[in-house]
């Protein structure tokens, strides 16, 4: 600690602290323009100088760390002539179109103006400045409001990593510029821009900042669940902001800015529904509902939730099955993802998920990144991981069969064949270990059968590995040896892993790389299971799966899980399906559930959109989106976090626990909870339990992986959630699915940008237009989930692979 | 030499315009050129501390507003407020007044927001307005006769500007420092290397051997500590392949044109890099078997670590650049058959003769003499079998003698010695290096000479040293040694390396080549800053033509080289143009002023990499001085105080 003295007052802060942030310590204020704390120091704008006891010039209070026995005076008439003058600099050419702003009421530049008096524009010059950029999508960028603080490319460049802003021309001239084909649209540029410098245009002109109320709330686009405010009039919701402070620290990704424009899209479904004949007609919610729960009682039931759901809604959606209709055939769509991951570790080492907290990956000294896309799959992860890497001296290690954005800023970008990450992780393992490198007092302490890994390890060639995986060997052992040097370690795996063919092989080494490399002890770093949707742990905890009970723990009696749902709807064993919240006709073999969903007696569809899914529905019980709703959600990271109803309903949609709790009172009158009880078990349920005192080594077989063309499927960031193909958002960024092959590729097939492709597999044939990315390795071809126009799940085999040996073709 | 009509360069004020007197430049300290390439005489020359006016006619009124249009439009960041704007103010109002729609409140504007200025980030726009307030001050009467719409004075020919700072300047390869620094304060570490590849082909080992130069003309040490301005280039250097990334460098296309470089080390590397971008089919030969001439075996790994040398050779050659090992010009190839082969020739052949002690028997063939420091060092480097025995000496004091007595130790030495005429302070290797070798047990003997070796049976036993005393300083400002009559006595050793110096080689030079011209000290004459020898089409640089300096002496001679070569090759001339003249303008000007008062507080230490510590160290060729964290280069970043000015020449 250093002590120094702000305009006589006596303060003390950490060394290397700036003189402002002694005084906002002191409660002492300092005008600023440009500083923004996420950031490194900018200094721009000159408004926050201070006289320096010592020194002659003025010095910018935002960078200038304060000093031992300092003497510091933030207010003086000499001080005051430099702001005043700085804003009147400021002002030179600055529009008079405040009324017309998208900022007006918000705009720092207004207030600060304000704040000093400034009143008059004593200078002059030519204006030079850049027209107005309307031509990127979603963004428009005003120069002549600019006033070059850099807040925008920093942000861009230091936290979201995308480095697509940047400031062009010298002098007056200068203008913030961006490289568009870098832009991920996440619209922090927008968020930090202190006037109407960075707009949305979605929001252009729709409301006045003031008009608005701030409802707090949580962003359930992914699992990493954001702190979010809804911007909201008149039961609309105009914008999702963030502040800074928050655990996302106000950084939003393309989802949480501007992909919720789905809550007001045409396709909501505004009325219950009931199909007779092949025609659906608009009824009341005493009919729909009645006809759902005549349905649900004919007892050949099953029912598929979705992980839009909130805990509540998750509880009584189980709760429905087992307590009112004594079912236990009922499962989540996490059944071919995240829950591979969170039963084998439930298994090994009695943790339900991965490692509480993701703000632990900010500061462990290694990242592996493997099998995850975490800039599509849990945007958070992405800029902790970077926060990490970038800034605190962290090693980052990326595996994975595409190269991500991700990958640039790796220490050791490793791009293997698809479905051989498991086989890395084994060999990274090894060499930590041969190398001595792991932590063998901490691994005889706190593993159970520590041999039976040695045993597999030793079974693992090296060279063999790399020459499976594609990796040379220079690069395991580099990543080895960041892994096995780095007191902290954050294991980060994703979609690709939990859809390998042999996932529990994939997961099984990684969990053992985890404890090798000891991702598992201490209190920074961890195991992150990503890529989940928006409530998928919650469904998890609150039992929602064939096999898990409430709380999350297995069950001796398992029902019929999502395949042998599929397989008893085939055979005529289960003839009414209740859909809440998911999609069947997006999952693999879309084609082998379309044919099933036709032959149900009812299927009944409890969802906010209208989709193919719907339309085939016997009953559509409208429920309503995040934003209508109130309730809580847990993060893959265990954070359990409200939701707030910020709207009314559209429509008629009613929010989807009051539906659940109404089928549930038309069912099982008895079985109804009260909200006390269902909060409670709610609560209960949500328990993070405590790994187990000696873990386990998990099996580890791993397969070769498949032979090329391979076909590989992953999320993309724009169409990260079924929701997306609602968002006129994602629409403008990318119009719709597409094929993504290498160049190398592309000339071998004849082939150019945005012509058509097919894809053949043994599931079936898939066309669509062609990306030619360097970024997709020779011999693979990339195809986003959740794009209904090009749906990768048609080819896909069911239950189980994000990869598959297919043929590819100019169409 | 020149006449100064006004100079109000170093807040010194120097009027004879009414006098009609005048001074010339060297009683006020100026180094300043008058005339401006062959295109003309220098009128004026504006800048970061004043004015110097040669001729009487310059318009500097014309000449302000011309300077303070160039510092808004080509140099500007705008990266703060009173820069941006302020800037573009002066210039709209000085413009203003030169087309006469000007008004005497526009002086009162230009003073205010000079005075504004004053809270710029940096020193780019902040200096920009020293000049131009000296002109308003001092040449009133010309902005009042603009105003009235008076003026009449000629307009100048041409105006030519620099961009600079002292470190930029102070550096051998001009650098753009100020430039590489902020990108890693910024994050932007690609970038950083960039902007230092524009100057500087093999970062990785000036971030690491360096003697930095610039570090010496450093604004920040007059507040506090010099900014570690190599271990920054380090830092960009490293993070490259620390992260395998491709160096981003394309080369043109292909201009038909051949060079052959003759040495593989800095200068020839460097001359070839900025050929190859050019397009031009470049082809080095080197005597040794691999790339880095003096700095691959003449700086030891523990220093230089030579993969990362190779990898700097590697991108080299990435961009066309042929290399071929173990060919000597004059022994496999001569020079006049390279003329009549290729279309341009460069001689980087450095300077790989030891200088003779001039001691009785260093001539005589004993076993246990070497033929000096830069041979030892390199049998060491290649492999060669040679033993160091158990007790050696070395003489010298330079960095290649610090460098023998620690290969030596290296090498199983046990007691390594080092023997220097003068103390540690006049020691001309880098103070860090003697401490270095002080803390891996290496022996000093200061003020002693060497007089005689002592040998028996032909064999090197030990070394006669008289004393010395230091008298009075010399023309280097260092105090010369005299030896203390009847002082001498014998140090015991097994081997003797002299280390004081070395020469070029230019037994290669035969008289019938082409006419070019050799300095006393055996380096070759190149002409007029192009590099170019006495014989059109051959360059020369580095060592060679210098004598043993610095490896940024010899990139910056390379890359120089490099312009003019193109320039030759492309238009049959070798000339400089108006960046190269404008670079030497303000070099010979000078843009440090080691007693300018900054006027901030410093207090910020400078700071270090990592450094593996104590003499066991000693017993291997790892490398000493490790990564500086990122985090902590940011931090150092961040104390530039982004020394930019603008210098400009008009042109009468």
Redesign the interface.
Known sequence: MITLKINGQTVQIEKGATILAAAEKTGIRIPTLCYLKKVSPTGACRICVVDVKGAEKPMASCHTPAEEGMEVTTESPRLRKIRKQVIELLLVNHPLDCPVCDAAGECELQNICYEHDVTAQPFVAEDVNAATITGWPLIEQVPNRCVMCEKCVKVCHEVVGADALCVNLKGDRAFIDKNLAKCEFCGNCVQVCPTGTMISKPFKFQARGWELTKVASTCTSCGSQCQIDLNVKNNRLFRVTSDEGTINDGNLCFNGFFGSDYVHSSLRLTAPLLKSGNRQRSVDWDEALNAAATALQSGKVAGIAGNRLTNEEAFLFQHLFRQGLGCNDFDSESRFGIQRAYDLLQTHFGMQGGTAGLGRIANAAAVLVIGADPTAEAPAVDWLTQQACRKNDGKMIVVNARTVKLSQYANVPMTCRPGSEGIVAGALARLILDQGLADSGWLAANVANLEELRAALAGVNIDQAADACGVSRELLEEAADHLGRAPSVAIVLGGDIYRESQFSGTIGAILNLALISGALQGEVGGLYPIGAGANSQGLLKMGVSSDLLPGGQKASISGRDLGEILAAIENGEVRTLFVAGANPLAFPESGRWQKALAQLDSLIVQDCLASELTDMAQIVLPGVTFVEKSGTVTSSAHKLSPLAAAIDPVGSARPDQQILADLLARIAPAAVLDPEQLAAEVARCSVISAPFPILRVAPMPLAEPLPSPVLLAGKDLYYAAATNSASAASHVVVPGGYIAINPIDAAGLSVKDGEKLRVTSKQGILEGPVQVLATVPVGVCFVPYNCADVNVQAILPSFGSNTETVALSKA | MSQVVFSSWGRKVVDHRVSGGDADLASLKLKLSDTYLEQGKVGAFFGWDGIVVLDRATDVVAMAAEYMTRV???????????G??????L??TLTRIVNGQGQEADLD?IE??AD?L????CTLCMTSVVPVLDTVRHYRPDYLAYIRGERTLPAAKAYKEKLTAPCMDRCPAHIDIPAYIEEI????FDDSLGAIRRNMPIPAVCGRVCPHPCEKACRRALVDEPISIMVLKRVAADHEW???KQPPMVAKAPTGKKVIVVGAGPAGLTCAFYLALEGHKVKIIDMLGEPGGTVAVGIPDYRMPRPLLRRDAEIIASLGVEIEYGVKLGRDVSLKQLKEDYDAVFLGTGAFKSKPMGVEGEDAGYEGFSPGGIHYLRAVALGEPIVTPKRVIVVGGGNTAIDCVRVALREGCEDSILVYRRTRKEMPAEPYEVDDAEEENVQFEFLRNPTRLIAENNKVVGVEVVVMALGEPDASGRRSPKPVPGSEYVIPCDLVIPAIGQDPDLDYLGPEDFGIKMTKWSSIVTKGGTMMTDCAGVFAGGDCEYGAMTVVVAVGHGRRAARAMHRYLSEGKAYLDDEDAMEDIVNNFGAFDPNE?I???G??HREHQPKINGAERAKNYDELELAM???QA?REA?RCLRCYRVGMVSVS
């Open positions: 808004q439009e080509k140099y500007c960041c705008a990266k703060c407020t009173p941006k704007r302020g800037t573009r103010i210039q709209d504007t205010t927001v504004l004053q809270s710029c980030k304060k910024n994050y932007r620390m992260h395998h008062n006027g901030i507080i207090h910020l964290p990122e985090s940011v961040e």
